[in-house]
């Protein structure tokens, strides 16, 4: 009988999946960080998470935090990850809703062997940012752009701080990263290297045919229900992080910007036969990333690759996946529990991720794949102490509305999928005509993965994204 049931079981998970999948990624709504086929081959040009938010120790001010090479290993020397000297990497920022950039913040990396016979990134502790004993530098430049193209230098030969090793080679870590905060012209701070990824979900669970550990009883496989385990805990990043003040970022009348981020490489690169590379030609964009979880579990396979190099003006064209998200889809067929949501016609995500939320951070008609923030909205707290489910529990100053390191995206994006919006906003998305009338449907306005939180805490100061693991003392999903 128990045989039989697990039969049964398994043909009604397969048929379900099959009948939708098509070439469509497996999963559910959250972020691998390895969002699309071929830059999951690039990792040093891959955007894993953007975030923008009005600095809440500084309100006059916008943080913008782009993210780069995804589960990066703290112990992964002799070679530690860095940025790479061959990609320009780039911050945009549309402020009049036509979805083109019209500043962006360009940064190019310069690194710099001090000493080619010896396999060492560092041949001593590295006491500071021009210590002799680090070996293996990295130097950048920041350059405004703004609409039409004219290019300022606002600052040349700044200094990252170097991986966290270990207490032997950098005994005093927090002291050099501070060290490599910088002033820019015009009140702008910068900041780019290694940090603790702040991003937290249950990648072991979630793109296990879409598990969520919660719920995993009332999953088609059912599964005794479990903690969530944060997959992302324990890994690094490398964060560029500028904060600029509002009046260069927003025009008068029009609070809302949106921001995204992305990476792009000369298209041309040819292999030397002495281990070398030489790139020549236009850049050619590679990656970009906004919304969260959009690339990976909206954008189905075929498209993923062209998405990543289009422009976010153009993103009109993949609407349909919005309007009839394959996330929907499974949530409906994996979770017979929940109360079916609708699976086309889905207007209130296009409103939430493409246009912006009506008396929130409308933009216009304009669809596009962009964070929208609205300055005017004063945070609701320091760095860290925001509710974690933003606008849907009344947290304005919360995703949608931007996005903070500690909105809980996979939870918000996993509920709205659903119609599960929740008592504040359920009505609001109602009152639209969106989610068939019901934009609070239980239990799906309880739908999520069980990682709540970051496994480190937020600085309350600038760069705020947690100090970095440890090379020779670190753990993996909190354990």
Request: charged share 20%; hydrophobic share 35%.
């Amino acid at each position: 009988m128990k045989r039989a049931l697990l039969t049964l079981i398994g043909a009604v998970i397969l048929t379900a999946v099959a009948a939708f999948a098509g070439a469509g990624p497996k999963g559910a709504t959250a972020s691998s960080h390895r969002e699309a086929p071929v830059i999951s081959d690039d990792p040093a040009a891959d955007n894993t998470d953007v975030y923008a938010f009005v600095s809440p120790n500084r309100p006059d001010s916008v943080t913008m935090i782009a993210n780069y090479i995804p589960l990066e290993e703290p112990a992964g020397g002799p070679n530690f990850a860095k940025f790479a000297d061959s990609v320009l990497y780039a911050i945009h920022v549309d402020n009049n809703g036509d979805a083109k950039e019209d500043v962006t913040y360009e940064f190019r990396f310069n690194t710099k062997v001090q000493n080619g016979n010896t396999f060492l990134y560092n041949t001593g502790p590295i006491t500071s940012l021009t210590d002799p004993d680090w070996n293996v530098r990295q130097t950048y430049s920041v350059t405004r752009v703004d609409g039409t193209g004219k290019g300022e230098l606002l600052g040349q030969n700044i200094a990252t701080p170097p991986v966290n090793v270990g207490p032997r080679s950098t005994p005093a870590y927090d002291t050099l990263a501070n060290a490599a905060i910088t002033d820019l012209p015009g009140g702008i701070k910068v900041f780019a290297g290694q940090r603790d990824d702040p991003f937290f979900v249950d990648l072991g669970s979630v793109f296990d045919l879409a598990g969520l550990r919660p719920f995993n009883p009332f999953h088609l496989i059912p599964l005794p229900g479990e903690d969530g385990v944060d997959g992302v805990a324990g890994f690094n990043t490398h964060s560029i992080v500028i904060q600029v003040p509002m009046g260069q970022l927003a025009t008068s009348g029009k609070p809302t910007i949106g921001v995204y981020a992305s990476a792009s490489r000369q298209k041309v690169t040819i292999l030397g036969k002495d281990g070398t590379r030489d790139s020549n030609g236009p850049l050619i964009r590679v990656s970009r990333l906004a919304n969260p979880l959009i690339n990976e579990v909206v954008i189905p396979l075929a498209q993923k690759d062209l998405w990543n190099v289009s422009e976010p003006e153009g993103d009109e064209k993949f609407e349909g996946f919005y309007t009839a998200p394959e996330v929907t889809r499974l949530e409906n067929a994996l979770y017979p529990v929940l109360d079916d949501a609708p699976e086309t016609g889905r207007d209130d995500l296009v409103a939430v991720l493409l246009t912006g939320v009506p008396t929130v951070n409308f933009t216009g008609d304009t669809k596009s794949d962009l964070i929208r923030l609205n300055t005017s909205i004063f945070p609701s707290g320091p760095v860290g102490t925001g509710n974690r489910l933003g606008l849907l529990a009344g947290d304005f100053a919360g995703f949608p509305n931007g996005r903070r390191l500690e909105d809980d995206v996979t939870d918000i994006e996993l509920r709205a999928f659903a119609c599960g919006y929740g008592p504040i906003v359920g009505p609001i998305i109602e009152g639209f005509g969106f989610c068939a009338g019901n934009g609070n449907r239980t239990p799906n306005n309880l739908l999520g993965d069980g990682v709540d939180e970051n496994e480190k805490s937020f600085l309350t100061a600038f760069p705020y994204v947690a100090s970095p693991h440890q090379g020779y003392e670190h753990k993996h999903h909190g354990d």
